[in-house]
Every structure is written in structure tokens, then in C-alpha cells.
């Protein structure tokens, strides 16, 4: 489903770029979100035995964040994720055992070399950057990244995912503002689970959705089921497309479910009904993309069963390994770090 909102932008170059995954595609997709789920499972789990200290989960937003990575061009195009990302850092190559150190602040962590929360910080090597638990901060910068991207002639698009709540801040906003007044070559895209944090969306704003505000800054906003692989997979190519022709940026909604609390230090069973989230998981994005390929023809029960024995053993290594890791060294605690005129040592 894609609900495109009409602006004075709305107009879409065709191109290649923007056809439908294949079958074999979404078979691989589906590996992807297989494997992504008995991660953010592990981690969940791993977080309630008291070994890792706090984790969003990404259960439910699968397609959404698989499926756009697949749209663009991962050796090119820049990546500021949001901190529920699990699935775009898997797809950008991070390894289960690389984001498993993260939640349990061991030795090698790549992104922040575990000083900061668990998925936060930046891997350069992967065009990934500005992973924070600051709401909606990491969109401005990306609009920034896009100008410089604009000003140097490159052929990058640049793509910002936040959440419905991160859309409710004024960096949202002004960044949105900016970009369409530049036509810089930028993707907005909103995970919209309908809840920022405990606050359902009729709560945070009077529109009828985020995409419709994209009328307001002359570019196209795009509503899109976040549950169905091709849909999204479709929307982010085509926002694509737009981008690296020099007409603009583009909203997209994703309307994902979130299964699980908004974090591990949530409770939501004191603002969500057993009902709903019973209804909820009728949207799963792994069983909508399984029945897809079954009905395709394309993924057998033992297929099926050996990605899931492949993501089980991916998932045990990583922990077992993890597990075992040290502690990261103090000697390098002040590493990229300012040090302020009160700071005697360490590195500057």
C-alpha cells in the first residue's frame, strides 16, 4: 500500500531503480529478517538475565528497515540511523557479534567502542553515523550531510530514519524546512509505530498522519505499509530516484507495528491492551513475507527451517563470543574525545 501525498513535487522520474524485489530477492530479505528477529530476541533476553543494560526493540519494523536499506546503495549513499535500528546496521554489515558488544559494553565495539549506550555512536566505514538516543537530532545533521553531498557533486542520497515521536520535534522540522528549500537530495523516513514512548499518535499531533505534513515544505510525502516488504522497498527506490535527480527530498511513513515495549525500562501494559497487541502481531512483517514466498513458490519448509537453524547458530557464536570479551582498557577512555582546560591528562 503507498499513499502519496500531493504536493507542488510530487512528480516521479521512472527508472529501473524502482522495480520490485524478485522473488530470489525476497527470499534473501526474509533470510535478513530472520535472522534479525533471533538477534533482537537474543537481546531481549540477554537484557532480562541482567547482561545488557538497556535495549529498543526492532521487533515489528523488519520489512521497513531491511527493505529501504535494499533501495539504496550501501557503498555510496549515507546512513543516520535512529536507535531501533537493528535491522538497517545488520544490512549495512555490522555482524551480530559487533552489535551483541555493543549491549554487553565489551572490548571491539565498533560504533562508540561501547562508551556510550548500546547502538549508539557512528561506523564510517559502513556510512553509518549519529546513532543517539537524543530524539531527533540526528535529522538536521543529516540534511547538513545532504548539503555537503549537494555542494561537492556527488551522487549521494542520504537517509534519515526516525520515529512518529522524533517527527514531533523542531529539528524535524526545520530540517525538513531546509532541505526542501534547497531540493537537497535527502529521504526522511519515519518508523511509525504509533506510539512515542507511551504517547499514541491522536496525542502528539492533530494531523491525520507525518506524511501529510510533507505538503507544508512543497515535497512529496509517501504513506506506505511498513509490513510489506515491496511496498516499502518500492517507496525508499523511488524517493531515491528523486533525490539523485536533483528534485528534492521526500517523506515517507512507514506504518510498522512495535511489538515489544519501547524500551527494556518500559512498561507498557499500563497504556496498551492485550487486544491490541494480539492485533498487532497479525501484521508480523517475517509471517506476511513468509506466506508471500511460500504462495510464490519460492521458499520451502526446509529452506525455511535452515534459515532459521542458520540465524540460531549466527546468534550463539555471537553471544558465546561476546560473552567471553573483556571489558574495554581505561588507557584509552579519552580517546575522541575534547578535553576541556580543566582536563590534565589523557589523549586531547
Known sequence: MVDTHSTQATSHPTSTDADRLGAD??????????????????????????????????????????????????????????????????????????VMLGFLAKEGEPL???????????????RVYNLSNVVGTSIPQAVGAALSCKMRGEDTVVISYFGDGASSQGDCHEAMNFAAVHKLPVIFFCENNKYAISVPLDRQMAVDSVASRASGYGMPGVEVDGCDTNAVFEATAQAAVRARAGMGPTLIEAHVERYLPHTSDDDDTRYREPAELEEARKRDPLKILRDELYELGALTEELDAQFAAQARRAVNEATEFVEAAPYPATVDFYDHVYAGPAHAGGSP
Not at 50 to 75: F, N, T, Y
Not at 112 to 126: C, L, N, V, Y
Open 112 to 126: 562508540s567502542g561501547a562508551r556510550q549506550f548500546p547502538g549508539h555512536g557512528a561506523d564510517p566505514a559502513r
Open 25 to 98: 530477492e525476497l527470499v534473501e530479505v526474509y533470510r535478513d529478517m530472520t535472522l534479525g528477529r533471533a538477534l533482537d530476541e537474543r537481546i531481549w533476553m540477554l537484557n532480562r538475565q541482567g547482561k545488557a543494560a538497556i535495549v529498543a526493540s526492532m521487533q515489528g519494523h523488519e520489512a521497513a528497515q531491511i527493505a529501504s536499506v535494499r533501495a539504496l546503495r550501501k557503498d555510496s549513499d549515507l546512513f543516520y540511523v535512529y536507535y531501533r535500528d537493528l535491522g538497517v546496521m545488520l544490512s549495512l554489515g555490522l555482524s551480530p557479534a559487533e
